[in-house]
């Protein structure tokens, strides 16, 4: 079920930009590429760009060129012809570049212009733009008319010093009151604003929420221990340079994010591609919490779901047990799965048994045992479990007697190939009073993307299984925990593949 694009064709690629077209968001038309580096201010690049809806109807495309001397400048596109529903052809405006770097930004700093959004008069349109100064991340706005003519307003919307370059910045609004996203320009009573920026010095992509003044052009945080770059992320696996847009047809905020490879780059090439896109995400406010967002799959991928699932309810996991679930089609799967331990468990730990420094990475992965955890799903794992990949929920305990779930991944032994990166993803996940713990995957050989509590926490693990693979794959329930049962629910769809057309096609079939 994997959307799977070259790396230089996608929309982060160095070289063009692919193109493809869907009307569910999980059945795809290859098109032909939108834009080549054929000018001199993008010939070493057509990089990051979004794209904005005018009230009457147009669209435009600004985007990040790298030019002939490698200074990275924004450039204008339209499409050739706005009826055409598949915008196959675009234009590049005969004015671009349309911004160059200011003054005290370096040439190489200056990238992924945002979606627009209206200011407060209404009158005229703002984008950010990711930069740094030293290594303070920043985020410079820009105010335009007509997107040919710019003028850069004063301070930053938001800097935050040692996080380094700021690339693919998104910036949009969440409503605290309601289910729906909004659209790009929404401000006022009962709104939030998220922003997320991609880390360029480590590869992830962060966000916060907090409070926009348009008349002073500032945004601030909610929580400042929680800022952007050194709070939460997005996905605490293989996930980067993402971007959301709004779908004013369905009123939803949608999340695509780009899953690397993560095996060698000689194998890359013979494959002849490289790199996936995700499954889309919806993203709204968490108002249980008040402190996240959530993000959960599109629910146009429910289509790919057989008929029929697989399910076991109130299964008994007492310490150090593992039930085999036998589904057919192992290596497509959607798996929901929910866990309750018991709750007294969770006071009997003593003083010496306080795991208050516990941390997904560091753990050594599910092996480790401790007395509330791990316990979860094993995917993609042979009969004898020489090749696993554990989902799983570690509740520790503090020294005051407080407990922290987190939510990890584990890679160790999910490939016998030797040239592939195998570590140990996750976080710690939000967990109210009297939820149960719940878990979604989405398993696609080589792609598990897993969600927490309703998506409060998401892992993106890139794996390569070898005995795991195809038919030969097992799903498991585990309890690795040493003194503590859990009773686990548990439904699996078997999933059919998207739908991926070249181009030319029959458009009746559109």
Not at 73 to 93: E, F, G, R, T
Not at 215 to 222: A, F, H, L, V, Y
Not at 228 to 252: C, E, P
Not at 399 to 407: K, Q, R, S, V, Y
């Amino acid at each position: 079920m994997k959307v799977v694009y070259n790396e230089d064709a996608a929309v982060w690629g160095n070289i063009t930009w692919g193109h493809a077209v869907s009307k569910d968001l999980i059945h795809w038309l290859h098109l032909p590429f939108a834009m080549v580096r054929d000018q001199w201010y993008d010939i070493n690049g057509v990089w990051t760009g979004s794209a904005t809806i005018l009230p009457d109807g147009r669209i435009i495309m600004l985007y990040t060129g790298d030019t002939n001397d490698f200074v990275q400048v924004q450039c204008l596109s339209y499409p050739a012809n706005q009826s055409d529903p598949l915008l196959i052809d675009w234009v590049k405006d005969p004015s671009n570049p349309v911004l160059t770097p200011p003054p005290g930004i370096g040439a190489k700093d200056f990238r992924d212009p945002t979606t627009a959004w209206l200011s407060p008069g209404g009158d005229r349109w703002r984008i950010t733009i990711g930069s740094k100064v030293n290594t303070t991340g920043i985020s410079l706005v820009y105010e335009t008319e007509d997107f040919v003519k710019y003028e850069l307003l004063d301070g930053y919307l938001h800097e935050v010093a040692g996080t380094g370059m700021w690339e693919c910045i998104d910036f949009y609004p969440v409503s605290v009151t309601d289910e729906n996203g909004l659209d790009t320009s929404v401000n006022g009573p009962g709104v939030k604003h998220v922003m997320k920026v991609s880390l360029d010095d480590d590869k992830n992509d962060y966000y916060a929420i907090g409070t926009y003044d348009p008349i002073g052009n500032k945004w601030t945080p909610d929580n400042p221990v929680l800022d952007v770059g050194i709070g939460l992320r997005y996905d605490y696996g293989k996930y980067y340079a993402s971007k959301t847009f709004y779908d004013q047809n369905t009123h939803r905020r949608i999340l695509w994010g780009w899953i690397r490879e993560t095996d060698a780059e000689e194998l890359d090439i013979l494959k002849g591609w490289s790199c996936v896109q995700s499954i889309p995400r919806t993203v709204v406010f968490d108002k249980k919490t008040g402190s996240n967002i959530l993000q959960w799959p599109v629910e146009e991928v429910e289509k790919l779901r057989s008929h029929t699932s697989v399910d076991f309810n109130d299964v008994k996991l007492g310490p150090g047990s593992i039930i085999p679930i036998k589904v057919d089609s192992p290596s497509q799967l959607d798996i929901i799965a929910s866990f309750e331990v018991d709750e007294d468990a969770t006071f009997e730990t003593s003083a010496n048994e306080t795991e208050s420094s516990y941390d997904c990475p560091t753990s050594g992965g599910a092996a480790n045992r401790g007395k509330l955890g791990p316990f979860g799903i094993i995917v993609l794992a042979d009969d004898g479990l020489s090749e696993s990949t554990p989902i799983y929920f570690y509740i520790a305990k503090g020294a005051n007697g407080t407990t922290e779930t987190h939510f990890c991944a584990d890679e160790l032994r999910s490939s016998k190939a030797a040239d592939v990166d195998k570590l140990v993803y996750g976080s710690t996940v939000p967990v109210l009073h009297g939820e149960k713990l719940s878990i979604r995957s989405l398993v696609d050989h080589s792609i598990v993307e897993s969600f927490a509590q309703g998506g409060r926490t998401v892992i993106a693990s890139r794996i390569y299984p070898t005995a795991a693979n195809g038919s030969s794959g097992r799903v498991f329930l585990f309890n690795n925990a040493t003194g503590v049962s859990v009773t686990a629910s548990i439904k699996i769809w078997k999933m059919d593949s998207a739908d991926i057309r070249p181009f030319p096609f029959d458009q009746k079939q559109l």
